[in-house]
């Protein structure tokens, strides 16, 4: 989606729909109402026979074996970041099973070369990863006079053939990044048509990845009305339809009208790239979109792991995997997120679908390190006959649970707790294949009462760092002053100007009013003596944007710099 070379990128794709937001429910829901057709037809009984790696069989994504694969995984930004090498093997470790990979075909950036490219497919396969690589310079073709065309990009991916060919089980070639824009979008279906014609007749077996017009969106509805047509051009039948939800999908409805209409027409469907943070355009319902792609288990590739202009949609601050962001906790931990419904592929040798035993009970968990907002549980792992993929713990309540967090080790902590309140928890495993385990016993937590504790002072410092009509970025810096490490803190503070928060980054915030509390997240909850840390959001605002005066952290008033 976003270049790293500025935010301008976005408002050039996105700034042509803040006058037509207002009409989404017509654009998504009347003008596009039954523009695919009914069910697709299934691909030739030749093309059947002959499939090959990863391939599509009546809608869905298969690997060789003829096992269903789901993509859960994020986008990684190496044209750009060529040196962050240790990337691959940091998204492993959250649990994602697939990475797409922005490359370069040279016209607009760097150009990733053969070697390059065989490297990067190397570090895929090495660290059990299935391998998206997608040409970035076709962004917003007719619209951003900069962008490359699919014509193009095909030719960057004929002369890598020597590379791919015999990677069909680990790799899916995705000809171009939202290779059109807003200006006469129509035009994406015979370029789009041609694109993966040429690759067929130069040979390439495996399965092609097609994004939207619309810079990704789809907004007037142009790949979903002509989807079954280009499908029906690629004589495999591998051939895959990648959507991109952001500022459009704010709504549910839109979400899963969209997603419906590819799955009701048994057409092969993913989204590729998707975010939950608000911004000036609108905000994503990233959780119908998780939950949607769940129950039609379809594919998602969040935006993106790092890298970013601004760290709205970065997963992870800097690189950095221990400096999670609110929107990679949301990602990777949330509800239908990575730790809990990726299943890694079985090429790698994990559990296909003859698996079908469950891991061992986890052992009994202990609660440590515990704040008034927060608790680390660790437990004694369990086992499985092929590996476990994850744990998810749960929050215990009579015959009720909750899922309060997933993790790929044994430890996690728990954020968003209330002060001075019970709660029970539990453990499940997870392995490759999905099996999961029984219930772990449950573990009794109480958290802390909160308020000072002896020793802490505090310091904040808060700036707008952006703004545009109606909202702004804001961020905000929370020193411990004090001599003792703080575990856990609470952050509160008015609005003087009727401003409110839209989406967080490092805390959750809860709003009443002009009053904000800002509870930690996991990768923010504790502050060293003299350390600090940093928490980010947006939010809306009227003519006047002043800046709170007071805050206070877990009752102490701090001092502002």
């Given at each position: 989606m976003r270049s790293a070379t500025s935010t301008a990128s976005r408002t050039t794709r996105s700034s042509p729909l803040a006058v037509l937001l207002r009409g989404l429910a017509a654009l998504l829901g009347v003008v596009l109402l039954g523009a695919l057709g009914p069910a697709a037809q299934a691909r030739p009984a030749q093309a059947e026979a002959a499939a090959t790696g990863l391939h599509i069989s009546d809608g869905r994504l298969l690997e060789a074996n003829g096992n269903d694969f789901v993509m859960r995984g994020v986008n990684h930004a190496h044209t750009w970041y060529p040196g962050e090498t240790q990337s691959l093997a940091d998204i492993k470790a959250f649990g994602a099973n697939t990475v797409r990979v922005v490359l370069s075909d040279g016209h607009r950036w760097t150009r990733n070369g053969p070697e390059e490219v065989a490297g990067i497919v190397e570090d895929c396969k090495a660290n059990?990863?299935?391998?998206?690589?997608?040409?970035?310079?076709?962004?917003?073709?007719?619209?951003?006079?900069?962008?490359?065309?699919?014509?193009?990009?095909?030719?960057?991916?004929?002369?890598?053939?020597?590379?791919?060919?015999?990677?069909e089980d680990y790799v899916i070639v995705n000809i171009g990044n939202e290779p059109w824009g807003n200006t006469d979008p129509a035009g994406w279906t015979a370029p789009t048509t041609a694109a993966v014609q040429k690759l067929r007749a130069a040979g390439f077996a495996h399965t092609i990845m097609v994004d939207a017009p619309n810079w990704g969106q789809d907004w007037q509805g142009v790949m979903r009305a002509n989807a079954q047509a280009?499908?029906?051009?690629?004589?495999?039948?591998?051939?895959?339809?990648?959507?991109?939800?952001?500022?459009?999908?704010?709504?549910?409805?839109?979400?899963?009208?969209?997603?419906?209409?590819?799955?009701?027409?048994?057409?092969?469907?993913?989204?590729?790239?998707?975010?939950?943070?608000?911004?000036?355009?609108?905000?994503?319902?990233?959780?119908?979109m998780m939950a949607t792609a769940e129950q039609l288990d379809l594919g998602y590739l969040a935006w993106s792991w790092s890298g970013n202009t601004d760290p709205i949609l970065d997963l992870a601050i800097d690189f950095d995997p221990s400096r999670l962001s609110s929107w990679g906790e949301?990602?990777?931990?949330?509800?239908?997120?990575?730790?809990?419904?990726?299943?890694?592929?079985?090429?790698?040798?994990?559990?296909?679908?003859?698996?079908?035993?469950?891991?061992?009970?986890?052992?009994?968990?202990?609660?440590?390190?515990?704040?008034?907002?927060?608790?680390?549980?660790?437990?004694?792992?369990?086992?499985?006959?092929?590996?476990?993929?994850?744990?998810?713990?749960v929050r215990v309540s009579g015959a009720t649970e909750t899922t309060a967090a997933s993790s790929t080790t044994d430890s996690v902590t728990v954020t968003g707790l209330t002060a001075d309140t019970a709660y029970t928890f539990a453990v499940y495993a997870r392995d490759a294949a999905g099996n999961r385990s029984a219930r772990s016993a449950t573990v009794s937590v109480t958290t802390d009462e909160?308020?000072?504790?002896?020793?802490?002072?505090?310091?904040?410092?808060?700036?707008?760092?952006?703004?545009?009509?109606?909202?702004?970025?804001?961020?905000?810096?929370?020193?411990?002053?004090?001599?003792?490490?703080?575990?856990?803190?609470?952050?509160a503070f008015a609005f003087a100007d009727g401003q409110t928060v839209s989406n967080m980054w490092g805390g959750t915030p809860t709003q009443s009013g002009s009053t904000v509390s800002v509870a930690p997240a996991?990768?923010?909850?504790?502050?060293?003596?003299?350390?600090?840390?940093?928490?980010?959001?947006?939010?809306?605002?009227?003519?006047?944007?002043?800046?709170?005066t007071a805050f206070t952290l877990s009752g102490t008033t701090c001092t502002t710099a």
């Open positions: 059990r990863l299935i391998c998206v690589l997608e040409v970035h310079d076709t962004t917003g073709y007719g619209e951003d006079a900069a962008a490359g065309t699919l014509d193009h990009a095909a030719d960057y991916w004929i002369s890598l053939k020597d590379v791919l060919a015999g990677q280009v499908y029906d051009a690629d004589t495999t039948g591998n051939l895959i339809f990648s959507i991109h939800m952001y500022s459009v999908y704010s709504t549910a409805q839109a979400v899963t009208d969209y997603l419906n209409a590819f799955a009701d027409a048994g057409l092969p469907l993913l989204i590729g790239e998707f975010g939950g943070p608000a911004d000036q355009w609108g905000d994503p319902d990233e959780d119908t949301r990602v990777f931990h949330g509800a239908n997120g990575i730790a809990q419904t990726s299943q890694e592929a079985t090429v790698f040798g994990g559990g296909g679908p003859d698996d079908t035993e469950a891991p061992t009970t986890p052992g009994t968990p202990t609660a440590s390190a515990v704040t008034a907002t927060s608790a680390t549980l660790t437990w004694p792992a369990a086992s499985d006959n092929v590996a476990i993929a994850g744990y998810d713990v909160g308020g000072p504790a002896p020793g802490v002072g505090c310091s904040v410092g808060y700036r707008v760092i952006g703004d545009w009509p109606g909202g702004f970025q804001g961020e905000i810096t929370i020193r411990n002053t004090g001599t003792t490490t703080l575990n856990g803190w609470n952050l996991g990768y923010t909850a504790s502050i060293a003596a003299n350390g600090a840390v940093t928490v980010g959001f947006t939010g809306t605002r009227g003519t006047t944007n002043t800046p709170p």
